[in-house]
């Protein structure tokens, strides 16, 4: 068990406990918070985080990040699992900084 510190930009902060083998988005509809994801297999990007602090793997292939968004470290939640305590910033904005909209 892992606790999991989200941060929006907003101001918003919430921390949960994910057990081992619980991906990071399925903590956060057990604990009904509003934490943006699609397809649940890591193709869409829809739940991107960006990590602050603390370790996570990606335990199936993150296809909706490139590997220089990994390397800045942002994660997709869906496919995420922590392996220490975690800070991870999280929204729909944090998505954005990857896929600017460009009908802005």
């Known amino acids: 068990m892992h606790r999991v510190t989200l941060e929006w930009r907003d101001g918003g902060e919430a921390t949960i406990e994910v057990a081992d083998g619980e991906t990071v988005i399925d903590a956060t509809e057990r604990e009904n918070l509003g934490v943006p994801y699609g397809c649940l297999y890591g193709a869409c990007g829809t739940c991107t ?28 939640l869906c496919v995420a699992e922590p392996r220490s305590d975690c ?16 009908w802005k």
């Open 49 to 76: 985080g960006r990590l602050l602090e603390g370790d996570l793997v990606h335990v199936d292939r993150p296809n909706g990040l490139k590997p220089r968004h990994r390397q800045d470290g942002y994660v997709l």
């Open 87 to 102: 800070r991870i910033e999280v929204g729909a904005q944090v998505q954005a900084d990857l896929v600017p909209n460009p």
